[in-house]
């Protein structure tokens, strides 16, 4: 990450699971750079990796298409991904400039996009930085509540009941979770039920406050 941090721009930053648990025990197996244009994508993979062969690093690629560039990056018995891809330039904030990323994308929309993750797809992982967001990022009701306006065609309820439906894994699946120390999934489960309980707590009053507001008698 050092290495590359030069690259990196407010048009071509660290995003992903990543810099969402930079000070967590998980951590994850790839390295997420995106970018706001597609012509943005190929230029930067090429020059990144040879910037790496040069740090003694050895790249293997394993995808190289318009939107996505992929290489296993190795050095001695350690490895890990990363990936070249095109992001949507819609965001709530600016990307924030970090002495480890280069640039990164900010936490809240870190955030979103991992909330809007875990309801559209059946990873555990998810459920771990769902967590990790709602007690040091943001709590999961007013994310929500900021996602659905990014994804129209979402509810605040219906995003909360996506998460739910996806919050079922075998023990097998948390045993299989990267990370520095042991993740206990009845913590952390019990935990997730807790901060989706304080979001749909959030969301009903918001709603209630919202319709207040537009009542003929506040017009």
Known sequence: LRALASHRDPESYVAGATPLNRRTPRYSDDIDVFHDREERVAKAALEDVESLERAGYDIKWLRQLPLIYTAEVRLGNDSTRLEWVVDSDYRFFPTVKDEVFGYVLHPIDLAMNKSMAAAGRHEVRDLVDLVTIHEIILPLGALIWAVVEKSPGFTPEGLIAEIRRNAHYPAADWRALLASEPI????????????????????????????????????
């Open 184 to 219: 206990d999934p009845i913590d952390v489960t019990a935990r997730l039920r807790k901060a989706l309980d304080e979001a749909e707590s959030f969301v009903t009053r918001s709603e209630e406050h919202t319709s207040e507001l537009q009542s003929p008698c506040n017009l």
